[in-house]
């Protein structure tokens, strides 16, 4: 009789994990630095900006807000919604300024 040859099969077991499945998740992060500097970047884009150059960094800085926020839990929400007010209001003075120095119409 011949034995049958298959394939083999440790049957060690692995490292057991100390740490909960959703370790880090009860701290909660309320910052989200991308949605803080496109606010601030786009207020100054309103106050101080006649060429629209400080458009363009908030509008990114919004753009990362919207995509990758910093912030967990309720704070996301809050994070994005800052973030996209502020790529609103960062466009609005890009087009403006623009407007201003190449006649769109």
Do not use: Q
Request: glycine fraction near 10%.
């Amino acid at each position: 009789m011949v034995a049958p040859t298959g394939p083999a099969f440790s049957v060690r077991t692995g490292t057991v994990e100390h740490r909960a499945w959703a370790y880090g998740a009860g701290t909660s992060r309320k910052l989200c630095a991308f949605a803080i500097s496109a606010v601030l970047l786009a207020v100054a884009s309103l106050l101080l900006n006649p060429y629209g150059v400080l458009s363009v960094p908030a509008v990114v800085a919004g753009a990362i807000g919207i995509v990758r926020p910093g912030a967990t839990g309720r704070w996301r929400v809050l994070a994005r919604s800052l973030a996209a007010s502020a790529l609103v209001l960062a466009v609005a003075t890009g087009i403006i300024a623009a407007d201003v120095h190449f006649p769109l119409a």
